[in-house]
């Protein structure tokens, strides 16, 4: 992909997506095969003025070695500096750029058990710094940029170097870039667009929705009370906006952790720690998984529930037209953070508060009590299918129809 | 490069270089655009035991960008997780392996007083923790990979390619490496040998090193009482044989910091900070540069040496044949790495306490009172030339013959 449609998307990923602000440190996560892409993100936050910008690196193969040479010890061990270290970013009152270039199935070979149990460990000391970006309390932002590998995981049948433009082309398309628009104006609009799908259906505050396709989806998601349906940029208590992910297609609300009953089929794999589960399924009763299934790699699905009880919980549900620009596409990208807007959603796992009125101003135990979920998972798997219809029931038993064949049509 | 000699390479740098032992933490600070080579590292610290790799990346590019753009207070501050993060690799007993492709020249367009300050207040925070590798507590290692504008830099008449390539055979030419060899035994003999020259050298126990050649250089260096000349490998206390540099030729001492007096004249260039100082020149007078002089950056020297009191002592003096290895490549490859072992060579800075009978037992005090010197720089530079006398002078006024016409003729 040419150099200046790059540049156009770093600071798309830095302006609009994390929108870094005068004197701000901006803390950007990498892998050192994209550091092309970080330098022009750096570059850019720079030029918009941002006071300081920390990159953490990171690379697969020397993760991908610790998991085989190292001792469970070892991976399990966060030091404390680590901690202070993100500490140090939230007095800072930093804001965050995930550059995202994952090869799905990386890490296949790996004992799942190993590293469930170094995520686990990670996650949970790191898990009193989470409320920083789950809250929104500063800005984030994840985007992606295709590793020749990954490109060639979603075009097995292109050449490498063919591969990895398809995906340029693909992801550029799905964050609205082309060679002659100003793709912030966009997303200013986008955005917009978005935001009042979103109001009118939060006239509803409904009791519950419900799922069902010919897959066999059956399943009755209840909101909590006060729920509040958002979707692409949200604003920070000190008021800038910004948007956590690029691309984004969702309107996506909070589920009662304790009232959802049913059973619910993947629609998509779902790649987790680096394995690539396939053709699952869960069942809920009161809100927790009481049972479920895969084709591929159930161990992995095993190993995320068992984290901790929240896992067993859903934390987020999310709606998407099957008509949406990504839909479109019709390519399966094995990345969260496209597939999912691809297609309706659920989350095992942390809810987010900006979802609840007050929410971002609670306590954890606050927000349980009214229903939403904590853990330090948050899974996202994708159920929404072509004949998808969802219907919300309101408290007075009114039956809204939400979506009809897959589609929007409130 | 074919990658099995790279490898080569890897496996010599961790088990020759670093020598990391069962168990134990390697820290590698790498660029991530010698991120295959430092992947290969990891790769061989882990099939030789290490107990965990650990990777400090850094980017030039990136860095370059923080010093255009920073501010000063930005630039000069050092977190206190960085400290505590040195602390905790101390307290685990780590080594060190530091992978060198710094591009000459890189920041010549950086305002000098502001880069200074910067590094300056780096190396401060840091002192306290310099002894460990200084004074040979725990391994390190420093190798050396070609980037293509280091390459190009040293071979500005080829191709990007054929650059790299040439600067490729010429690391692993004056690290011992080709296609056929076992480069770990070939180092065990060369490391035999520089310790026959310092046995040697260290039975004079020589008052002081008189130095003349055409260029004007005409220096007494008096050496510390119970100086230890070294070279080759080093051990630490815990007897783990090391190479701190590869490659090295050289036989190094301490000299007494407030007895050197005459002038010198620089035979190199000196990459600093990355500005390139070309034909300079010092007086010193009771140790101490009275006086100096250089054709182009002169104001890098000028930071440097008004770094600290210590910047204008000299901390090593280090005896290298003109007819080397890697002299004989004539090739001026403007990293000190290399060009330090074409030539004999200064360091201005801190002294290594290993050249002194029980220096790395003492405190940085004592050290100094024995004559030592102390700085948070320590640089060198060559002055070495083909018609290089050197004279040893015995406490009984005996005259010995160091080199004549550039080489050792003891």
């Known amino acids: 992909m040419e150099e200046a449609i790059i540049r156009k998307y770093a600071k798309l990923a830095v302006c ?63 030091a404390d500096w680590e901690l202070a270290r993100k500490q140090d970013e939230i007095d800072q009152k930093a804001c965050y750029l995930y550059i995202d270039s994952e090869v799905p199935g990386f890490f296949k070979d790996i004992d799942a058990d190993k590293m469930q149990k170094a995520t686990m460990a990670r996650r949970k000391k790191m898990k ?20 020749p590998q990954w490109a060639l995981k979603v075009f097995p049948d292109k050449s490498e170097e063919q591969a990895q433009e398809a995906l340029w082309d693909a992801i550029l398309q799905s964050v609205r870039i082309n060679r ?28 519950y929705l419900h799922f069902t396709n010919g897959l066999g989806t059956d399943l009755k998601v209840h909101l909590v009370k006060d729920h509040i349906w958002a979707g692409g940029g949200s604003t920070t208590p000190s008021g800038v ?4 992910n690029m691309p984004t297609e969702e309107c996506f609300c909070m589920p009662d952790r304790d009232h959802v009953d049913g059973t619910v089929y993947a629609s998509k794999p779902l790649s987790l720690s680096g394995k690539v589960v396939e053709n699952f399924w869960f069942t809920f009763k009161d809100g927790r998984v009481v049972d479920y299934g895969a084709e591929k790699e159930k161990e992995a699905l095993a190993n995320m529930l068992s984290t901790d009880e929240g896992s067993k919980h859903l934390g987020e549900v999310a709606l998407i037209s099957y008509d949406s620009p990504i839909s479109n596409m019709n390519i399966m990208f094995f990345n969260t953070l496209f597939d999912e807007n691809a297609s309706c959603h659920l989350a095992l796992g942390a809810c987010y508060p900006e979802n609840l009125e007050g929410g971002p101003d609670m306590t954890e135990e606050e927000v349980l009590a009214h229903g939403g979920n904590s853990s330090v998972n948050h899974v996202d798997f994708m159920f929404g299918t072509q004949d998808m219809d969802v219907t919300g029931v309101t408290f007075d038993g009114r039956r809204v129809p939400i979506f009809r064949a897959g589609n929007f049509v409130i």
Chains 1, 2 share one sequence.
């Open 241 to 244: 906006f910004f948007n956590p």
């Open 180 to 207: 002659t628009n100003d793709p912030q104006a966009e997303w200013e609009r986008h955005d917009r667009q978005l935001a009042e799908h979103c109001r009118l259906l939060n006239s509803y505050q409904f009791d």
């Open 128 to 147: 009193p710094y989470q409320a920083y970006t789950m809250n929104n309390i500063g800005q984030w932002s994840i985007v992606a940029v295709p590793s």
């Open 16 to 78: 609009s997506g994390a929108n870094v602000q005068k004197g701000q440190l901006l803390v950007i996560t990498a892998s050192v095969h994209d550091a092309a892409f970080a330098e022009y993100c750096a570059e850019e936050a720079y030029k918009a003025g941002a006071g300081k910008v920390a990159i953490r690196w990171n690379d697969d193969t020397v993760t991908h070695l610790a998991y085989q040479y190292e001792s469970q010890e070892s991976l399990c061990r966060v």
